[in-house]
């Protein structure tokens, strides 16, 4: 019998609280290494694409840097995420955390919320390059904070799932890197490049919901009934896969 049957389960925020703070504790022996690697990818991105996209339209410039922001949360909370979820299913990590008091939505949520936050310090500096080599606005700067939130339960969502659906690990690693990359190839590339037959494909893609609503804060005319509906549809929306993701990992304990 386990402790979760014996004792009864810790509440989920005292639960989500420990484990995130254990994830925290863990970045520092090497997590903390990899935020760097996706700060300096999408600050690199940010550069070359200055080089061809530094004259266009603001809101293209805009997508471009709200990409390469984000991108840095796509990096770690999508792939690395989706990485560390296949490997605890295969390592029997998973049942470490099976056997202790706490709930399958705890551990996913711990977990998720740590990679994270280990994205924002890299958004907030691609952001302030972006914004300066672009020549954008940024008195809506704020909006960084709002949008990394909500892309954070939509991206860590999608890498959970990536991470404990497949049943081999490899597999969950190639799924968190081709999300990583639909990401970067939606963020990056502004909506007029887009064929027209696609563009109404690309704005329905949750993915493409906050880097959206991030690049229309960064004009000089925000559109804020957009901006507060693309927020509210990618938290809807990254709920959601939290929410199978939990069960994902609830099924995966039975087997």
Not at 5 to 25: C, D, E, F, K, W
Not at 82 to 88: I, M, N, P, S, V
Request: hydrophobic content about 50%; charged content about 10%; some cysteine.
């Amino acid at each position: 019998m386990s402790v979760a049957g014996r004792s009864g389960p810790t509440p989920l925020a005292v639960a989500v609280a420990a484990i995130y703070s254990a994830q925290l504790s863990r970045a520092k022996a090497g997590g903390g290494a990899m935020a760097v690697v996706g700060t300096l990818q999408s600050v690199g991105i940010v550069v070359l694409l200055h080089g061809t996209g530094g004259t266009a339209a603001e809101e293209s410039r805009a997508t471009i840097v709200a990409g390469a922001a984000l991108g840095v949360v796509a990096f770690l909370a999508l792939n690395l995420l989706a990485q560390r979820f296949g490997a605890l299913k295969s390592g029997g990590g998973l049942d470490y955390y099976g056997s202790l008091p706490i709930r399958p939505a705890a551990v996913v949520l711990g977990l998720s919320s740590g990679y994270v936050t280990f994205a924002i310090p890299g958004a907030v500096v691609t952001a302030a390059i972006g914004t300066a080599l672009f020549d954008l606005p940024v008195t809506h700067g704020w909006m960084l904070v709002v949008t990394t939130v909500t892309c954070g339960i939509t991206f860590s969502g999608i890498g959970a799932l990536c991470g404990l659906m497949p049943s081999r690990p490899e597999i969950a690693t190639l799924a968190g890197q081709l999300g990583f990359t639909l990401v970067l190839m939606l963020g990056v590339i502004p909506p007029a490049s887009w064929p027209s037959v696609l563009r109404p494909v690309r704005a329905a893609l949750p993915l493409t919901y906050d880097i959206d609503a991030l690049a229309s804060a960064l004009t000089s005319t925000p559109g804020w009934p957009g901006i507060a509906t693309r927020l509210a549809g990618s938290a809807a929306f990254g709920a959601c896969c939290l929410a199978v993701a939990a069960r994902s990992y609830r099924k995966a304990l039975d087997q």
